[in-house]
């Protein structure tokens, strides 16, 4: 399998990258295998960046797991299968990849790839939560405010909105606007739903 053409400027870059991953060096096959799938100073290439990153994920690499789970799950470089999706997703996500921990949370919500879970779908975003992910901040705050997978309680909703909209996560921020303006979790308060909503509207 010969490489896809690579711009003259990356070449030292690539070689090297190259040269240890066919060392069996899991961090070279990672960032080479990120090379391919980003584009970034060789030509995109979704099939060697699956060949890459499949290589430093058997090596226990979680981030490379995480990527791997997503190019079986959108089918990029390989056939779409969600069930290797979630394999993948889980082995990261029990090695503490915050993204893993939420893109599994994802399958259970959906059930996609593994049986439908709203309990486990907490617990995964939970994990995430705790490390400081806007957007698993956003989807907790989502479940205790529709009481799926856990009681419905608006202060727990708020709180998580609140660290995710902090962080400049815009589906939070709509979120807790929206809760300003019900009188969810708090009084009322027209001002602070305005303000919410107006930050989460920048974004666009």
Request: aromatic fraction near 12%; glycine fraction near 10%; hydrophobic fraction near 40%.
């Amino acid at each position: 399998m010969q490489p896809s053409p690579i711009s003259r400027d990356n070449l030292q870059t690539y070689l090297w990258f190259r040269q240890a991953a066919e060392r069996g060096n899991a961090y070279a096959q990672l960032n080479l295998g990120l090379m391919y799938k980003k584009g970034r100073g060789v030509v995109r290439d979704d099939g060697h960046a699956f060949r890459w990153l499949r290589k430093a994920a058997l090596q226990g690499i979680a981030f490379a797991q995480n990527h791997l789970g997503t190019m079986y799950y959108e089918g990029a470089g390989v056939p779409r299968d969600e069930c290797l999706a979630a394999e993948w997703f889980r082995r990261a996500a029990e090695q503490g990849d915050a993204s893993a921990q939420q893109n599994l949370g994802q399958l259970y919500k959906r059930g996609n790839g593994v049986e439908r879970n709203a309990e486990l779908a907490l617990a995964w975003f939970y994990r995430a939560a705790e490390q400081g992910l806007a957007s698993a901040q956003n989807l907790l705050g989502e479940c205790y405010l529709r009481g799926e997978g856990a009681p419905q309680n608006f202060a727990l909703a708020m709180a998580w909105f609140r660290k995710a909209a902090l962080q400049g996560d815009a589906a939070a921020q709509r979120n807790l606007g929206g809760m300003y303006a019900k009188g969810q979790g708090s009084q009322r308060d027209e001002a602070l739903a305005l303000f919410w909503c107006a930050r989460a509207a920048r974004q666009r």
